[in-house]
């Protein structure tokens, strides 16, 4: 049922999957690091035509000219405004959330699951005229608030889901416990469930700060302004009304990946934890 780990297979097979690995990573990083030699490349390599050779001098200085001549920084800084207040109110909601629907049984709770579930089935594309037009109604178009509420409000339905699985895990007796002791439905949610799922909710930090930082979509759709515009639009703006300046692009590009880059390696850790948890037994 299962397939064999590469240890059991074949000393052919084995042979292969060895050659096959960096091959495929190379093949996966090819994009990344051409990005990461235009960021280097000075403007005249471009205008002569020369985008994949060797740089015939290393333009470092693009990384500094996308600070000083563009409003890269304001645009990072708009990216944080709105990726952690996100963060936050998905996680706080999704966890309430899930932990209503894994320990109470009420009537609608199998239908409030399934539609939690069907939500993430739905195309976001398909909501942008209705989602754009109460922005319209309710004043947050154009608005850091705006982008921060649509996005709690998308990514609330996918952390409820994994929230509820988690905590569903759990050892009921923990729960039964504390309660036969006298203990507050709050005080057991804060003092014994959330310690229990703090992987998962590092994991779901992790991911929900990728999905927000990297969001173009909706960045396009609700906002037009420099004064709130995220970094991922703002990055299409620096390519020039008549010359696209790819290298100032491709540098803010790099330097746009930094963030999650880093969210990541501080919370790998935990991430792999809340990824793995509950996947073996004893």
Request: with cysteine.
């Amino acid at each position: 049922m299962f397939p064999k780990s590469i240890s059991e297979m074949s000393p052919t097979a084995r042979l292969i999957y060895t050659l096959s690995v960096p091959v495929v990573l190379l093949i996966w990083l090819l994009p990344l690091l051409g990005v990461a030699m235009t960021s280097i490349r000075p403007a005249s390599d471009l205008a002569a035509g020369n985008y994949f050779g060797v740089p015939s001098t290393f333009a470092f200085d693009n990384y500094l000219a996308v600070f000083t001549g563009t409003p890269l920084a304001r645009y990072m800084l708009n990216s944080l405004v709105i990726t952690l207040p996100t963060v936050a109110g998905a996680l706080v909601l999704s966890t309430l959330a899930g932990f209503a629907l894994a320990v109470y049984n009420f009537r609608l709770n199998i239908l409030l699951f399934v539609m939690f579930v069907a939500g993430n089935f739905v195309p976001f594309q398909i909501l942008m005229v209705p989602v754009r037009q109460l922005t319209l109604q309710t004043g947050l178009y154009d608005s850091i608030a705006g982008l921060v509420v649509f996005h709690i409000a998308f990514q609330t339905g996918f952390c409820t889901l994994f929230m509820r699985n988690f905590i569903k895990a759990l050892p009921t007796a923990l729960i039964e416990s504390a309660r036969v002791e006298g203990v507050s439905e709050w005080r057991i949610f804060v003092f014994i469930v959330v310690p229990l799922v703090r992987p998962a909710i590092a994991a779901l930090s992790v991911l929900v700060f990728t999905f927000v930082w990297n969001d173009y979509f909706w960045a396009t759709v609700l906002v037009q302004s420099n004064d709130v515009m995220p970094v991922t639009a703002g990055l299409h703006a620096l390519k020039g009304q008549w010359v696209a300046a790819w290298q100032l692009v491709a540098a803010g590009s790099i330097v746009a990946a930094i963030p999650p880059a880093i969210m990541f390696i501080l919370m790998q850790k935990h991430f792999v934890a809340g990824l793995t948890l509950g996947a073996t037994k004893g």
